[in-house]
């Protein structure tokens, strides 16, 4: 069993940067395949950004491409979503996933393994 653990959420004000850390209660997951999601009230849950187990490739949503960069830092088991030029519209709960295929995490991400309790991103205008 993995239990991940995101924080770094938190109130800013639009323009503003924040840093989300996911941290991993096993090495194993090492290898997985990491993600962040999101969730606005209201709305559905959706895709933010992916990151290989090996951290060579990383995937973005159209909507934070150019604001939003996701890391890693296997030997600390733990992966990151810098978020920066933060909108109001990127207010939602913040969660990170794993999972042992990329795939599972890009694309059917519904299905992945592992989820943590999320962080809340406020962003004011």
């Known amino acids: 069993q993995v239990q991940l653990v995101e924080s770094g959420g938190g109130l800013v004000q639009a323009g503003g940067s924040l840093r989300l850390t996911c941290a991993a209660s096993?090495?194993?997951?090492?290898?997985?395949?990491m993600g962040w999601f999101r969730q606005a009230p209201g709305k559905e849950r959706e895709f933010v950004a992916a990151?290989?187990?090996?951290?060579?490739?990383?995937f973005l949503a159209d909507s934070v491409k150019g604001r939003f960069t996701i890391s890693r830092e296997n030997y600390k088991n733990t992966v990151y979503l810098q978020m920066n030029s933060l909108k109001p519209e990127d207010t939602a709960v913040y969660y990170c996933?794993?999972?042992?295929?990329?795939?599972?995490?890009?694309?059917?991400?519904?299905?992945?393994?592992?989820w943590g309790q999320g962080t809340q991103v406020t962003v004011s205008s």
């Open positions: 996933a794993a999972d042992t295929s990329l795939g599972t995490i890009t694309t059917r991400w519904h299905e992945s393994a592992y």
């Open positions: 990151i290989s187990g090996s951290g060579s490739s990383t």
């Open positions: 096993r090495r194993t997951v090492r290898s997985y395949a």
